[in-house]
């Protein structure tokens, strides 16, 4: 009857990964979820991350009490000058309401929950939210699960295997007034492509003559450009044009600390006389959503985050563990490129060089990414997409001569 519970199917980024785990061949690869590993393909614990949990643990104040409900205050407030700047005028003027979420996707949650109830409550219609065409599996989730409606925008070429301008202004421009416009502030994910600047000022200038309203989701800052403060650009341009706007920050990638849950969101208001005031009210209502469901954050990850973020010298060791990240992403991605180029697999591949972050958007289509797990226990997801962090010198080359075979059959 209709009382019954439907079955639901699978998450396919963490089937992926079980599927990985249960596959016995002794040549395998993960490229499947995006979590950073060394060249051994083994977890990292970033060395800044070991040093903050030694003080931590000699720290006699240490206990397991809870924390406020918007979240450890040094860990909120170390996060609003990683993402705004550390004299950005949203902090001095004290324009931006900050809770500490359980990650990236806490973060959106509880944005999503705020739009639900308290945004343009008075239009006819719910307004729509927009996403890219592909974005992240679970932005769709997140938003239907309040019953936000979704939309897409075009984002991405597989022509020319970059970003689709055109298409993505086209349909924005098109989007009724009061829609929201969830962006990749950078290091897109799936696609590993980005609006140049002189893009990101368009959309902003369209944005802001359509009534638009910006929701940024930043989980990648640190592995885009190479510079913390570059991977911000994006949002601080908007701020800059004064848009009132909704950020959601991952510490998962950039620390690491992907089972810990650290992660921020962040709500900004426009430079008016009654800022304060709008950011107290709230403020006010998002501590009622928040302790309704989560109570208050955890505490560890955002110890760790915390101490790194407002200790100068642990800081600039954390940037240098961003590099190591970085770059040995760089080096796969040279090594990739340069072997299909070497066994002139049919395509172009100059796009695994060009992309940018965690991920390579490579090209190839669902027969392909199928034959690569059943022949070569090659684990990626349906789209193509692959983290290249999954990739080491030990196992480029064997990743390579798969995609050579595949791609010719
Ligand atoms: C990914 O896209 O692989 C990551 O954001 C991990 C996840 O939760 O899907």
């Known amino acids: 009857g209709k009382d019954i519970v439907p079955q639901a199917p699978e998450d396919p980024m963490f089937g992926l990964m079980a599927a990985y785990r249960r596959d016995t061949a002794e ?3 993960d490229l499947g979820i995006g979590a950073y590993r060394d060249n051994n393909g083994k977890p990292w614990i970033l060395p800044v991350v070991k040093q903050a949990d030694e003080l931590l643990r000699k720290d006699p104040n240490l206990n397991h009490e809870y924390l406020p409900i918007a979240g450890l205050p040094d860990f909120t407030s170390a996060s609003q000058k990683l993402v705004f700047g550390k004299d950005s005028p949203v902090v001095t003027e004290k324009r931006v309401v900050s809770f500490q979420t359980i990650s990236g996707t806490g973060a959106l949650h509880i944005g999503a929950l ?12 719910a307004p729509a939210i927009y996403m890219s065409n592909p974005t992240w599996a679970n932005h769709n989730q997140v938003f239907g699960n309040v019953n936000i409606p979704t939309k897409q925008y075009p984002y991405f070429s597989r022509e020319t295997c970059s970003l689709d301008f055109d298409g993505m202004i086209n349909t924005i421009k098109s989007a009724p007034a009061g829609s929201i416009v969830l962006l990749h502030a950078c290091a897109h994910n799936p696609t590993g492509v980005d609006p140049t600047q002189e893009q990101w000022k ?3 200038s369209v944005m802001k003559e359509h ?3 910006p929701f940024f989701d930043t989980a990648y ?3 885009a450009s190479g510079s913390l403060a570059k991977d911000g650009w994006a949002i601080n341009y908007f701020v800059e044009q004064g848009f009132e706007l909704l950020v959601a920050q991952s510490y998962a990638k950039n620390f690491g600390l992907y089972g810990e849950r650290a992660g921020c969101f962040h709500f900004v208001t426009s430079p008016a006389s009654n800022a304060q005031d709008t950011v107290a009210r709230v403020g006010s209502q998002l501590a009622i959503l928040q302790r309704s469901e989560i109570s208050n954050p955890p505490a560890y990850g955002a110890r ?4 790194v973020l407002n200790d100068p010298k642990l800081f600039a060791q954390w940037e240098e563990d961003l590099r190591t990240m970085s770059g040995r992403i ?3 991605r040279k090594a990739l490129r340069g072997k299909l180029e070497e066994l002139k697999t049919p395509g172009t591949w100059h796009h695994i060089t060009d992309q940018i972050g ?3 958007f490579t090209g190839l289509d669902e027969r392909q990414v199928g034959e690569l797990r059943e022949k070569y226990h090659v684990y990626m997801t349906k789209n193509g997409r692959i983290s290249m962090a999954g990739l080491n010198t030990g196992n480029v080359e064997y990743f390579a001569d798969a995609v050579d075979a595949v791609v010719r059959e």
Request: proline residues 0%; hydrophobic residues 55%.
């Open 211 to 213: 009534h638009l309203f």
């Open 358 to 360: 965690m991920f390579s």
């Open 27 to 29: 040549m395998k690869i």
């Open 330 to 332: 760089i080096e796969m």
């Open 304 to 307: 760790i985050a915390s101490l």
């Open 221 to 223: 800052q640190g592995f």
């Open 202 to 204: 368009q959309i902003a």
């Open 114 to 125: 705020f739009l639900s109830k308290f945004y343009n409550r008075s239009a006819s219609e």
